[in-house]
C-alpha cells in the first residue's frame, strides 16, 4: 500500500515539475498540491488517518518534558550531537555501530538522550536525537519516532557536517516539512470557519500576489471535502500555507544550524560551505 501511496507521490511531483508557473497554471498546481498533501498524511497516517503528528502518528520517543524549554538536536547520523548534547549539559550519550538499509554508521545514538543545560538561571531540556537518513518521514530508520519527538520541542539545532555534500541541509528540511513541521515560519494570518449551508465564502484583506484566489480556494477546499466555508485571507500567502490552514496541525518551530568539525576547513572553505548552506 505504502509503496503505491509513494509512486502517486513521485508521479504528482513530477507533474509539478513539468508545469510552468503562470496564473494560467494555478488552479492545476493548487489541485496536485491538494491531492500531495493528501497522500503524504496517509503514507505517513495510514489509510484514512489523520494529518501527520496526530495522535495516530507513529509516536515519538517517551521522555517527559522538563525544564522551561526543551531543544531537539537533528541531523544525520555521526555529525556530533552526541558531543555537542555533552558539551551542553554534561550527560554523556552512547554511540554505537549501526547499519541502516546498507549504510554503516560508526557512531549513532540508538534512543533519545534527555540532558539539562542551564543558562541565566533557565532550566533547558536538551535532547539528542538518534541520526535521521532520507525518507526517514515515510519510516526509515527511526525517522518517525525521531521527527515525532522533534515536533515536542521548543528550537530545533539542525546539526551538519561541514564536510558532508550540502543536500544534507535540503534533506533533513523536507523530511521535517513532510511530517507537518514548519520551521522558521509562523502561522499564516489565515481563517477558515466551516458552515452548515451557503458554499464557500472568500475575502481578500490584503491582494494576493503568491498563487492564491477564490478559484484555488475553492479547488483546494472541495479536494479537502469541505463544500460549506468562510476563507478570509489577512495577508499574502502561498497555496501550501492555505493547505497548512485547512490541515490545521502543523509545528512552527525555529530552527538554527550548527556546523560541526569546522576546523578541519580552510576560511575559504567555510565561508563557501557556509553561504551555500544557508542562502
Known sequence: MSESIQKQIEEIEAEMARTQKNKATNYHLGTLKAKLAKLRSELINGP???????????????????????????????????????????????????????????????????????????????????????????????????????RTCNLILIVLDSAKPLTHKKIIEQELFSFGIRINQVPPNVKIVKKESGGIGYQEMVPQTKGMNSEVCRMVLKEFKVSCAEAILREDITVDQFIDVIEGNRAYIPVLYVFNKIDSLTIEELKWTTFNNLK
Open 48 to 150: 484514512g488517518g489523520k494529518s501527520a503528528g496526530t495522535k495516530n502518528a507513529e509516536r515519538g520517543f517517551d521522555v517527559t518534558k522538563s525544564g522551561d524549554t526543551r531543544i531537539g538536536l537533528v541531523g544525520f547520523p555521526s555529525v556530533g550531537k552526541s558531543t555537542l548534547l555533552t558539551t551542553l549539559t554534561g550527560t554523556r550519550s552512547e554511540a554505537v555501530s549501526e547499519t541502516s538499509f546498507g549504510a554503516a554508521y560508526e557512531f549513532t545514538t540508538l534512543t533519545c538522550i534527555p540532558g539539562t543545560m542551564k543558562y541565566k538561571g533557565a532550566r533547558i531540556q536538551v535532547l539528542d536525537l538518534p541520526g535521521i537518513i532520507e525518507g526517514a518521514a515515510e519510516g526509515k530508520g527511526r525517522g518517525r519516532q525521531v521527527i515525532s519527538t522533534a
